[in-house]
């Protein structure tokens, strides 16, 4: 019987060179986002992190100024291989990338009066959403180990959906006030699990 990803025990990279081409590889599979991909890369196909790795490392990189990828990229890259890793993992990330987006500035700028070159950019924004919508669905897994509980949990997404949604409150104000709150919430919570045991 196959062991389930979230109880197994990660696989590491090889090398930093290993390292640089899988985050190419995930870089240049993510259009229009690349979490999904990344997620895909690291949790199932390399198993390089658990579930709940990925999740907590994706937390770490949004609080943290920066691309959320990038971030997730140079903490990883650190763990595996210390600043040598966060260098090769980010270059990965970034390298061809960017080559690719020079080029399609460059072209965009000459056939952007074409009507089918504005209809295959919009196109581009419903994959977006999409994705980010199937990479939130296979994060609300790790809920289930979550120190507060997955309602708990549920309920602080919704309501930083809400303050930032629907009543348009700035980012960076939910992400220190309410982020700032729910990592204390759950230092405390961690605290009274190792104090009990």
Do not use: Y
Not at 65 to 88: C, E, M, Q, T
Request: hydrophobic fraction near 55%.
């Amino acid at each position: 019987m196959a062991e389930h990803p979230e109880h197994s025990a990660p696989a590491r990279p090889g090398s930093c060179t290993e390292l640089f081409v899988a985050f190419t590889r995930l870089a240049l599979q993510g259009f229009g986002g690349v979490l999904p991909v990344a997620h895909r890369e690291l949790v199932e196909r390399t198993r390089w992190l658990t579930p709940a790795e990925f999740a907590e490392l994706l937390s770490a990189g949004q609080v943290l100024p920066g691309p959320n990828i990038v971030n997730v990229a140079l903490i990883a890259g650190d763990r595996w291989f210390g600043w040598r890793g966060a260098l090769s993992a980010a270059g990965g990330l970034l390298l061809i990338p960017a080559l690719i987006v020079l080029a399609a500035g460059a072209l965009h700028r000459h056939w952007q009066h074409l009507p089918w070159v504005a209809g295959a950019l919009r196109g581009m924004g419903a994959v977006a959403a999409g994705l980010v919508v199937a990479t939130g669905l296979k994060l609300a897994r790790t809920l289930k180990t979550h120190p507060l509980g997955r309602w708990p949990a549920l309920g602080l997404a919704g309501l930083t959906l809400a303050l930032v949604g629907l009543w348009r409150w700035p980012l960076a104000g939910v992400v220190l006030g309410l982020g700032g709150a729910s990592m204390a919430l759950v230092a405390a919570v961690l605290r009274r699990r190792e104090a009990g045991r």
